[in-house]
C-alpha cells in the first residue's frame, strides 16, 4: 500500500502534499477524528437489520445473500441472525424470484429483492415494470406491491459493458415506481429504510465503488426510528454561482470539483450528436488511486478551484429520482441562474435530460446559460482503464492534455455581466 | 501396418480392464487417504460421510477382479467388460454433489419420447356413463346441478359478450368455449380459502365465487362500478373478495408469482393453496420454469394447472413443444404430475380435489394438465378458420362438447331436465341482456380514478396535473367527451 502511495504522489505529479504530509493526514483522520463514520455497506446492513427485526413481513431475497453474506457482503450476518426462511438463497434466476418477490407482496410480505447488478434486472424487468408497477393501477388499489429491488447500479471498475450501465432513466419514467439513488452513509440507511417502510414498489439504486466509502454520520441517523424523506432533494452545499445537481457517487465529484485545489483541470470535448458533452476531468484517478486519494485529501477542508476563481457552486444531490425534487432544483437555479447537470449514465433520454427539460419549462427566464449536461459517453461500457475512464465524468489531472477549464471561469464571468433582467 | 497396429492397439487398449491392477491400487490409497481427511470428493464439508463404504466396495471390486482366474476373466474381456451381475451385488456407485448414483458401463441415453403417452384420466364416457372401473369423487346432487348451470351460464355469458364485441359495444373479449369444464369443475374442487393467479381463460373461477354478471359486464364496459376503475381491458377481471388476482397480460409471469404467495400463504399457516393456470403456449415462457423450479425448491405449496387445449393462438402445441405435452415436465422439476380429461367435469373435479390435498397436506408443488380444445378464436381479434379447419372446430364443439357429457350424466341421475335446460338458458340471457344495457348506460369512473392508486398516496407532480387537466378541459369544455364526470 505504501508502494502504490509513494509511486502515486511520485507519477502523478500531484505537487503540495508529499508521503509524510498524507501519512500525517491519515493518522489524523483515523485517530483524532471525534464524529463518528460509518461506510455505506454498514449503514445499508444496519437498515436492513433494523427494519427486518421491526416488521417481521420483511425478508431478503436474491443470489448469494445468505450463505455467501451478499455478494457484496450487504447482508452480512443477517442469516444467522434470521434464518433462511427470511434470507433466501434463489437459483440463478431473476425472473424467477423477482416474480416470487412480487407474488409474496402481492400476498403481504415485505420483499426486498437483490440485484447483483441491475444489469442482472433486465432479466427481470417485466415483473417490476408490468406487474409491480402497475399492479396497484391497474387493480384499482386492490394490489398493493410494498417491494424493494435494490442493489449496485452505474459502473464499477474494470467490469465492461454488461456490468456498467446505469438504470436511473429507465426506472425512473416509470409510474408507480420510486427510485432512489443514494450518496452518503445517511443517504443509504434513511432511504433504505424510507424504501422498505414505503407501500408502494421502490428501485433502490445503490453504486459497488460506495460501498466501501465512510461518511461521518449524526447520532440521530443511527437511530433505528430514521429514515429519510423519499422525494426531497439535499443541498449538500450551498452557493450562488452555479447549481450542480448529481446522484449517486457522481455527488462526490461534484463536490470533489467544488471543493478541490489543483492547478490542472482538464475538459476534453466529447462530441454526442449536436450536443457537447464535457468530462470534467481534476485528478487523475483509477481505482486504487481513488481509494488512495480519499484517505489523502478530505475534500471537506481545501478550498477548491472555483472557490479560487471566485464561484461558488450550489451542489445538489437528488436522493430521488421519482418523484424527481423538481422544487427544489428550480428554486436553486433561480438563485444562480446556472446549471450543470451530472450523472454517469448515457446521455440519450437521461436524468440530466429531464432534469434539463424540468428546469427549462418552470424556471426558463431565470437562466443566464444554457444548461451543462455531463454523462457518461454514448458508447457501451469498454473494459480497457484508459478507455473506461475516458466513458465516464472522471476526476483526473494532467498537464499533458488541453486545458479548457481557465476559459470557463472567464465565460462565467462574461455571463453574469451579460445577465438580462426581466 | 502401422495403421493395423494401431488399430490393433486401440482395441487392445478397449479389451483391457478399464483400470489396470497397478492404477486400482494406486486409487485404493489415494481413497484411503481421501477418506483418512474427511473430505467427499467434491471436496466440500462432509454432507455424505459416505467415503469408507466407497473405500471398501473398491477393495471388493479390486479383490473380484484381480483373483478371478485367467480364463474367465479373459472370456469376461471379450464379451463384455463387466457383467450387470457384479453391478447389483457390488451396488458400486458414486458420490456426487446432489447425492450418490449408481453407475453403468453402458452408454444409454434416455429416449426423448417413451413408446406410449402418458395415459390421460377419465371418468365419464362420451355417453355420460362413468367408464368401468372408473374411481372418482362422488359428486352431491346440489354440487353437480350448480356446477352443470356454471357451465351453462359460463357458456352463454361467452357467446353473448363475444357479439356485443362485434357489436362494437364492447372493445374486446376471450372466450372460454371449450373450456368450460375446466373452468367450473376446477372452481368446485377448491374452497374460497385458495388463491387463484389466472392466466386469462378461467373466468368461471369467478362465477362460480358469487361473481355476478352484472359485475362481469361492468368490467367490460370499464364503468364507474368495475372494481377495476376502468384501468383495464375487458375479460382483465380482479376481485380481492373472491381471492381471484387481477388478470394480468404478459404470459406466464403469474407461475413465479404464485410460488411467491404460496410463500406468503405458508408463513400463515392456513388450509389453503395456491392455484396458478397457465395454457400451452404458457409452459414455453422463461416464467413457466422458473416458477416450476422455484416453486419444488422452496416447497411451495402451489397448485399448477395448464390447460393445453392445443392453440397457442395460431401456433398447435406440435410447434410449440416436443415433449409429450406438459405432464411429463413435472418430474423434470421434481413436481408430482397427472394429465387429465379437461372436457371430463367428474374427472377434472376429483383430480383437483386430489391434488389440492396433496399440495396442502404435503405442501408440495403439483402439476395438473388438463387435455382439451379450444372451440372459441383465441380472442376476438382473432379469426381461427385461417389456420385451421372448421369442420374440427366444429367436431369439438359438438361431439366433444363437455356441456353436453356432464349433462347426460346429471340427467341420467334424475338431476336434471330438458325444461330447467331451457328455462336456465331463456333466463340467462335475458339476465346478460340486462346487464349488458345496464352498464352500458352506467356513467364512466370519473376523472379522478386516472391519477389515483398509481401510488398508494397520491403525489404532489399526480395532484397538479389533475388540476392542470381539468382547467384545460373547463376551458374547452367542448373538445372532451361528455359521458366522462369530471
Known amino acids: ?422 | 501396418m502401422a495403421i493395423w497396429f494401431s488399430r490393433s492397439r486401440k482395441i487392445a487398449h478397449f479389451l483391457k480392464p478399464k483400470i489396470a491392477p497397478s492404477e486400482f491400487l494406486y486409487k485404493i490409497c489415494s481413497n484411503y487417504a481421501n477418506s483418512s481427511s474427511f473430505r467427499t470428493l467434491g471436496g466440500e464439508n462432509c454432507r455424505n460421510p459416505q467415503v469408507f463404504s466407497d473405500y471398501s466396495t473398491t477393495i471388493l471390486a479390486f479383490r473380484r477382479r484381480w483373483w478371478r482366474p485367467e480364463s474367465t476373466r479373459a472370456g469376461e474381456q471379450v464379451e463384455t467388460p463387466y457383467s450387470d451381475d457384479d453391478y447389483e451385488d457390488e451396488n458400486q456407485a458414486l458420490d456426487f454433489p446432489g447425492g450418490r448414483v449408481t453407475f453403468t458401463p453402458e452408454m444409454k441415453f434416455i429416449s426423448e419420447a417413451s413408446d406410449k403417452r402418458i395415459p390421460c384420466y377419465r371418468v365419464l364416457g362420451d355417453d355420460g356413463h362413468p367408464i368401468s372401473g372408473s374411481r372418482y369423487e362422488q359428486v352431491d346432487k346440489e354440487t353437480a346441478v350448480k356446477m352443470y348451470k356454471s357451465m351453462v351460464i359460463l357458456q352463454i355469458m361467452d357467446n353473448i359478450f363475444y357479439e356485443a364485441q362485434r357489436q362494437g359495444r364492447i372493445s374486446f373479449y376471450l372466450t372460454s368455449l371449450g373450456e368450460e369444464a375446466i373452468n367450473i369443475a376446477t372452481a368446485a374442487a377448491l374452497t374460497l380459502d385458495d388463491v387463484i393467479l389466472p392466466q386469462y381463460r378461467e373466468p368461471g373461477i369467478l362465477l362460480w365465487r358469487g361473481f355476478t354478471l352484472q359485475e362481469f359486464a361492468n368490467q367490460c364496459f370499464g364503468n364507474n362500478a368495475d372494481y377495476g376503475k376502468g384501468r383495464q381491458m375487458p375479460i382483465h377481471y380482479g376481485s380481492n373478495k373472491h381471492n381471484f388476482f387481477t388478470i394480468s397480460s404478459p404470459i406466464a409471469t403469474q407461475l413465479p408469482q404464485a410460488a411467491g404467495v404460496a410463500y406468503s400463504l405458508k408463513m400463515d399457516k392456513k388450509e389453503a393453496c395456491v392455484v396458478a393456470f397457465t395454457g400451452d403456449g404458457g409452459t414455453s415462457e422463461g416464467d413457466f420454469h422458473a416458477g416450476l423450479n422455484f416453486a419444488a425448491v422452496l416447497e411451495a405449496p402451489v397448485l399448477f394447472i395448464c390447460r393445453n387445449n392445443g392453440w397457442a393462438i395460431s401456433t398447435p402445441t406440435s410447434e410449440q413443444f416436443r415433449s409429450d405435452g406438459v405432464v411429463v415436465k413435472g418430474q423434470a422439476y421434481g413436481i408430482r404430475s397427472i394429465r387429465v380429461d379437461g372436457n371430463d367435469a367428474l374427472a377434472v373435479y376429483s383430480t383437483i380435489r386430489a391434488a389440492r390435498e396433496m399440495v396442502i397436506r404435503e405442501q408440495k408443488p403439483i402439476l395438473v394438465e388438463a387435455l382439451s380444445y379450444r372451440v372459441g378464436h383465441h380472442s376476438t381479434s382473432d379469426d381461427s378458420t385461417k389456420y385451421r379447419p372448421i369442420n374440427e372446430i366444429e367436431y369439438w364443439k359438438t361431439a366433444r362438447n363437455p356441456l353436453a357429457r356432464f349433462q347426460k350424466w346429471v340427467h341420467k341421475n334424475g338431476w336434471w331436465t330438458d325444461d330447467d335446460e331451457s328455462e336456465l338458458r331463456g333466463s340467462i340471457r335475458k339476465q346478460l341482456l340486462t346487464a349488458i344495457q345496464v352498464a352500458e348506460k352506467t356513467e364512466k369512473p370519473p376523472l379522478a380514478e386516472m391519477f389515483s392508486d398509481v401510488y398508494s398516496h397520491l403525489p404532489s407532480n399526480l395532484h397538479e396535473q389533475e388540476k392542470s387537466l381539468r382547467e384545460t378541459i373547463k376551458r374547452h369544455r367542448q373538445d372532451y367527451p361528455t359521458d366522462v364526470p369530471v
Open chain 1, 1 to 422: 500500500m505504501l508502494g502504490v502511495i509513494r509511486q502515486r504522489v511520485t507519477c502523478r505529479g500531484i505537487p503540495t502534499l508529499t508521503l509524510e504530509q498524507g501519512m500525517r493526514v491519515v493518522a489524523s483522520r483515523t485517530f483524532s477524528s471525534s464524529a463518528k463514520e460509518i461506510t455505506v455497506r454498514e449503514a445499508l446492513n444496519s437498515a436492513l437489520d433494523e427494519e427486518m427485526s421491526a416488521d417481521p413481513r420483511v425478508f431478503l431475497m436474491g443470489e448469494e445473500v445468505g450463505e455467501y453474506q451478499g455478494a457484496y457482503k450487504i447482508s452480512k450476518g443477517l442469516l444467522e441472525k434470521y434464518g433462511p426462511d427470511r434470507v433466501v438463497d434463489t437459483p440463478i434466476t431473476e425472473a424467477g424470484f423477482t416474480g416470487i418477490g412480487v407474488g409474496a407482496a402481492y400476498y403481504g410480505l415485505k420483499p426486498v429483492i437483490e440485484f447483483m447488478t441491475f444489469n442482472f434486472s433486465m432479466q427481470a424487468i417485466d415483473h417490476i415494470i408490468n406487474s409491480a408497477a402497475k399492479s396497484n393501477y391497474m387493480s384499482a388499489g386492490q394490489i398493493s406491491v410494498p417491494i424493494v429491488f435494490r442493489g449496485p447500479n452505474g459502473a464499477a471498475a474494470g467490469v465492461g459493458a454488461q456490468h456498467s450501465q446505469c438504470y436511473a432513466a429507465w426506472y425512473g419514467s416509470i409510474p408507480g415506481l420510486k427510485v432512489l439513488a443514494p450518496y452518503s452513509s445517511e443517504d443509504a440507511r434513511g432511504l433504505l429504510k424510507a424504501a422498505i417502510r414505503d407501500p408502494d414498489p421502490v428501485v433502490f439504486l445503490e453504486n459497488e465503488l460506495l460501498y466501501g466509502e465512510s461518511f461521518p454520520i449524526s447520532a440521530e441517523t443511527l437511530d433505528s426510528s430514521f429514515s429519510l424523506p423519499i422525494g426531497k432533494a439535499k443541498i449538500e452545499r450551498e452557493g450562488k454561482d452555479v447549481t450542480i445537481t448529481a446522484f449517486s457517487k457522481m455527488v462526490g465529484y461534484a463536490l470533489q470539483i467544488r471543493n478541490l485545489k489543483t492547478n490542472e483541470m482538464v475538459f476534453p470535448r466529447m462530441f454526442y450528436n449536436r450536443i457537447r458533452v464535457r468530462v470534467l476531468r481534476i485528478i487523475c484517478i483509477n481505482l486504487q488511486s481513488y481509494i488512495f486519494y480519499n484517505c489523502m485529501w478530505n475534500p471537506y477542508r481545501l478550498p477548491g478551484i472555483l472557490a479560487k476563481e471566485g464561484i461558488s457552486a450550489e451542489v445538489i444531490n437528488l436522493r430521488s429520482i421519482r418523484p424527481l425534487d423538481r422544487s427544489t432544483i428550480n428554486a436553486s437555479v433561480r438563485k444562480t441562474n446556472r446549471l450543470v447537470t451530472v450523472e454517469e449514465g448515457f446521455p440519450q433520454h437521461g436524468v440530466g435530460a429531464e432534469i434539463c427539460a424540468s428546469v427549462l419549462e418552470d424556471s426558463f427566464e431565470y437562466l443566464d446559460a444554457p444548461v451543462e449536461r455531463i454523462a457518461g459517453a454514448d458508447v457501451p461500457m469498454p473494459y480497457a482503464a484508459n478507455l473506461e475512464r475516458m466513458a465516464v465524468p472522471q476526476q483526473r489531472g494532467l498537464a499533458t492534455d488541453q486545458v479548457h477549464w481557465p476559459q470557463l471561469p472567464k465565460r462565467y464571468k462574461e455571463l453574469k455581466l451579460t445577465k438580462i433582467n426581466l
